[in-house]
């Protein structure tokens, strides 16, 4: 049950776009379509922003879009905005009904 | 509105036992796995356990297996998890999250505001 890598942080400036990756292993990242994102912004519950690699739930913005490649899924936020910046952590199935978290990507808007 | 609201937090020392609580309204409680997760101050996410919607299967973290147990009682639509022999490293926000359901519950689309645990000597 390692958890799954993620970038310590990434940024950009508003109106550009920033990518972040979650590498898992084949057991399940590659494994699953089931890998889901998260936005948690300090002293607040974390908010589903994607499930099942690429569902964007109702009322999140189509600015968010996850894709998967491999062991590797990604999670990109388009046309960045000031209220974007948060901490982000990808999720995997992990088969056996057990679920592994990423290491978290802070977002800055600069 | 769907609300999770753990309670029971605090400071124990090592060794000792606290039980959290997540009361939970605005949606079906008996018709959703749920699950507890961690978030180590400083750190990230990490998912502690699992049961589904009507008690009877269980999963743990290998970190918390055989120290933690988590229940529920749909009559009063509360998830429980029991937290025995605490450790340094169990310290850590507790968040009481919901499945949500399409292929599989395999998303957690609600979650709580989160308690803090501290185990300190």
Redesign the interface.
Known sequence: QSALTQPPSASGSPGQSVTISCTGTSSDVGDYNYVSWYQHHPGKAPKLMIYEVSMRPSGVPDRFSGSKSGNTASLTVSALRAEDEADYYCSSYAGSNNFVFGTGTEVTVV | EVQ?VESGGGSVQPGGSLRLSCAASGFTFSGHWM?W?RRVPG?????VS?ISSDGS?T?Y???VKGRFTISRDNAKNTLYLQMNSLRVEDTAVY?C?RS?Y???W?????????ILVTVTS
């Open positions: 999770l699950h997760v750190k990230g996410l990490v998912w699992r299967s999963t973290a290998d970190a968040y999250a949500g399409s292929i599989g395999h998303y957690f689309d609600y979650w709580g505001q989160g």
